[in-house]
């Protein structure tokens, strides 16, 4: 048996596999491309064949980063929401959120992922997780009266999308929130009117 830095082997998994994702985001983040599964090694400090007792591929190794990284997303942009002055607010709070993890890489992983293993399989995981992100979002629309809330959160996400572009094309996140805040501005202050005298 291979000798264990932790009190049980469990333990010793668990914290190997801590290291190997930590190492494949951080790869992921300096260099926007799929890190290969000897770089991952190198960057945990473990032996090549180790990586593979945990993950048998690199896309094994990305579907399992996508899955560390999203329920982290999901709480970062549902607590800028809860965070927003107003219920109005907590629209541009989503957008912004969602643009700050992108500038920060988060968004790198999906990328990388579909770049290496495009199908079917990886655009219904992705759509799901879309749509469980965006329930926070219609939810807002809907409390706020928008009609057809569904429809207006695509929109809006839509908007995302050309922000996540822009920053991946070089403008700063400050240039980009800029953009949201002229975009999105009057609508958020259409619906915090309506929402201060309902």
């Known amino acids: 048996m291979p000798r264990i830095s932790a009190a049980t082997v469990a333990e010793h998994r668990a914290a190997q596999e801590r290291a190997l994702l930590d190492a494949a985001h ?3 983040q300096e260099t926007s491309e799929a890190p290969t599964m000897a770089e991952v090694a190198l960057r945990a400090g473990v032996s090549r064949p180790s990586v593979y007792q945990y993950f048998g591929s690199r896309q094994d190794l990305l579907q399992a980063l996508v899955r560390d990284i999203f329920p982290r997303w999901t709480e970062r942009v549902t607590g800028a929401m809860a965070d927003a002055p107003t219920e ?12 700050d993890l992108v500038a920060e890489g988060a968004h790198a992983v999906g990328a990388a992922l579909a770049a290496l293993a495009p199908g079917a399989e ?39 999308h050309a ?23 009057p609508f958020v202050a259409g619906r915090r009117a309506a929402e201060a005298s309902g």
């Open 88 to 99: 109005a607010d907590r629209i541009l709070a989503y957008a912004t959120a969602n643009l």
């Open 26 to 28: 951080e790869l992921l």
């Open 163 to 185: 922000g996540t572009r822009m920053l991946e094309s070089g403008q700063t996140v400050a240039q980009v929130h800029a953009h949201l805040k002229t975009l999105l501005g």
């Open 122 to 160: 990886l655009d219904e995981q992705a759509t799901r997780m879309h749509r469980q992100l965006q329930e926070p979002l219609i939810a807002t629309l809907t409390e706020l009266g928008v009609a057809d809330a569904e429809s207006v959160a695509e929109m809006i996400n839509a908007v995302v």
